[in-house]
């Protein structure tokens, strides 16, 4: 069985920085796609960045491009978030997510193992 842990979450002022952690455990984890996703109150849970098999093929979305940097340590199976420029509108719930396929991808439905989250509080 696959089991994310997620790190690093806390309450920071705007325009400070914080590094999100995710260890897997329970299988392979250089041949899948990782991703991270938020979820603010009151709003659905939205992908954030994403990365495949490869550290070089990652995707950001539009909100987090410039200020947000995703990557992987195979070795020793964690994946990390980056965050710099934190804007209030960053708070939320942070979750990683694990997929089979190692390719990235957007849609929550592709990944198939979640973490339980971490929050980020950005306060202005």
């Known amino acids: 069985q696959v089991q994310l842990v997620e790190s690093g979450g806390g309450l920071v002022q705007a325009g400070g920085s914080l590094r999100l952690s995710c260890a897997a455990s329970?299988?392979?984890?250089?041949?899948?796609?990782m991703a991270w996703f938020r979820q603010a109150p009151g709003n659905a849970r939205e992908v954030v960045a994403a990365?495949?098999?490869?550290?070089?093929?990652?995707y950001y979305a539009d909100s987090v491009k410039g200020r947000f940097a995703i990557s992987r340590d195979n070795a020793k199976t964690t994946v990390y978030l980056q965050m710099d420029n934190l804007k209030p509108r960053d708070t939320a719930i942070y979750y990683c997510?694990?997929?089979?396929?190692?390719?990235?991808?957007?849609?929550?439905?592709?990944?198939?193992?979640w973490g339980q989250g971490t929050q980020v509080t950005v306060s202005s």
């Open positions: 990365i495949g098999w490869s550290a070089t093929n990652t």
């Open positions: 997510a694990l997929s089979h396929a190692p390719f990235w991808s957007s849609q929550e439905s592709q990944y198939s193992y």
């Open positions: 329970g299988r392979t984890f250089s041949s899948n796609s």
